[in-house]
């Protein structure tokens, strides 16, 4: 079936600075790609998605990228702050349902 | 915007209990719900999907006989976790997907139940 890896499982990053997450993919059929943060004990929020017939999508500090021809995409988040601090998911839609990555732990250190 | 509820929030109960855990969407019809389980530092691990009016269809791996699921309306799915088990301890949340396009809609998820089995 299909398959989500994201990397890296841990980041820890200095207040400001740029965080970036990437995720790959397998299946070619995927469209829908979101992106979800999640905090201790809480549902996951969806942050920015974007579809396949486009690039690049930003949304005020978080951005997102997706090369379908390589089967990746990633999330940029700009200008850093404690309160981005969270677990932060990939997804990709596949055969109607949502496959999740395995997650990062970002940390924003004041 | 779209907002799912769960009842309870948590629960705790004993080994071999059985427990309910409710799924609403509040303010609009959710054809498709999904149901997932989430262990600590974990990803979201889906379980089943759940139509209106139908059988759910479920992940390999997830015993339907023990997570029994029901989704009697548009707006109203229930897991229940039969005979629970301490690993079945864990973090469940559904969440609810809203038809009526063409292209993948944007999945709404409730705030999960904290499940512990004693």
């Known amino acids: 079936g299909e398959n989500v890896e994201q990397h890296p499982s841990t980041l820890s990053v200095q207040e400001g600075d740029s965080a970036v997450i990437k995720c790959t993919y397998s299946?070619?059929?995927?469209?829908?790609f979101p992106w979800y943060k999640q905090e201790l004990g809480k549902r996951p929020q969806l942050i920015i998605d974007?579809?396949?017939?486009?690039g690049e999508k930003k949304d005020q500090r978080i951005a997102v990228t997706l090369n379908k021809t390589a089967k990746h995409f990633s999330l940029h988040i700009t200008e850093t702050q404690p309160e981005d601090s969270a677990v932060y998911f990939c997804a990709l839609e596949g055969g109607g349902k949502l496959i999740f990555g395995q997650g990062t732990e970002l940390s924003v250190k004041p | 915007g779209a907002v799912v509820s769960q009842h309870p929030s948590w629960v705790i109960c004993k080994s071999g209990t059985s427990v309910k855990i409710e799924c609403r969407s509040l303010?609009?019809?959710?054809?498709?719900m999904f149901w997932y389980r989430q262990f600590p530092k974990q990803s979201l691990m889906l379980m089943a999907t759940s139509n209106e009016g139908s059988k759910a269809t479920y992940e390999q791996g997830v015993e339907k006989d023990k997570f029994l699921i029901n989704h009697a309306s548009l707006t109203l799915s229930t897991l229940t976790v039969t005979s629970a088990h301490p690993e079945d301890s864990s973090f469940y949340i559904c969440s609810a997907l809203q038809g009526g396009s063409s292209s993948y809609n944007e999945q709404f998820f409730g705030p999960g139940t904290r499940l512990t089995v004693l």
């Open positions: 303010d609009f019809q959710a054809t498709t």
């Open positions: 299946d070619s059929a995927s469209n829908y």
């Open positions: 974007i579809r396949s017939n486009v």
